[in-house]
């Protein structure tokens, strides 16, 4: 059964770093793209940063030059490469939500992670 496993939430002060990763578990395919979604109080799911197989990502415009996300190249393992992180600098309480990890696998389609909390104090 595939799992995607968040893990690095927390509480942080504005202005500090937190980093997300997610794993997937239960597969030996690798993803067509990954990203990070987050859902703020009161509003709809929003993108926050997508990498595709080949490297290319995009983020959402409210966290630009602030998030990066990246894949684990370092080992060639499976799972190494169904691991997906998220570095946020420069947090602001704005930033506050559920993240959700999403991974669209190949030949097993998409799958979400349980959420992980983020909040950011002022």
């Known amino acids: 059964q595939v799992q995607l496993v968040e893990s690095g939430g927390g509480l942080v002060q504005a202005g500090g770093s937190l980093r997300l990763s997610c794993a997937a578990s239960?597969?030996?395919?690798?993803?067509?793209?990954a990203g990070w979604y987050r859902q703020r109080p009161g509003r709809q799911r929003e993108l926050v940063a997508v990498i595709t197989s080949g490297g290319s990502v995009n983020y959402g415009d409210s966290v630009k030059g602030r998030f990066t996300i990246s894949r684990d190249n370092a080992k060639n393992t499976v799972s190494a490469k169904n691991t997906v992180s998220l570095q946020m600098n420069s947090l602001k309480p704005e930033d506050t939500a559920v993240y959700y990890c999403?991974?669209?696998?190949?030949?097993?389609?998409?799958?979400w992670g349980q959420g992980t909390q983020v909040t950011v104090s002022s």
């Open positions: 239960g597969t030996i395919f690798s993803f067509n793209a």
């Open positions: 999403n991974q669209n696998l190949k030949l097993l389609g998409n799958y």
